[in-house]
């Protein structure tokens, strides 16, 4: 009876079904993990609760400068973990015009809050129609 309720044997496990259950739905999300929240022509970035989760412990995080020109899919920051270093492109083009200056003394906060105060910077979007190439949260969570 278990079997024939939980769906036994399973394709995934369970942890990775539950992690990709973290997949806001007022997001889009690029191919390489990054999220995007937009408000007007702004676009806060961060990286998605399924990345945090494979880096593991964030120890350090190098965010570009305030006032950057960033295209989309730049390599524009850099996250550190205990277990790798990996970059972090941007979703869209445009300047970066804020940064989460709480990542400096608290990088754990992209593992704990990867979709709230660990977000990375700001982009002030300077071609909106590149938002269209990136994932619905559907499509993301396919993607995971």
């Given amino acids: 009876m278990i079997k024939k309720i939980f769906n036994w044997p399973r394709k995934r496990s369970l942890a990775r079904e539950i992690m990709s259950m973290n997949v806001p739905a007022d997001l889009k999300y690029a191919k390489t993990h990054e999220w995007v929240r937009v408000s007007g022509d702004i676009a806060s970035i961060g990286i998605s609760d399924h990345a945090q989760h494979e880096l593991t412990d964030v120890v350090f995080v190098e965010l570009p400068a305030v006032g ?11 996250v550190e973990s ?33 979709y709230s105060d660990g977000w990375f910077f ?13 994932l619905t949260p559907d499509a993301y969570a396919k993607l995971i």
């Fill in 82 to 114: 205990v277990k790798t270093a990996s970059d972090i492109y941007s979703p869209v083009s445009g300047e970066v015009v804020a940064i989460n200056p709480r990542l400096a003394d608290c990088p754990d906060l992209v593992n704990k809050q990867p």
């Fill in 68 to 78: 950057r020109k960033v295209q989309q899919g730049e390599a524009c920051a850099v």
């Fill in 122 to 134: 700001n982009v002030k979007i300077s071609n909106p129609s590149e938002l269209n190439e990136l």
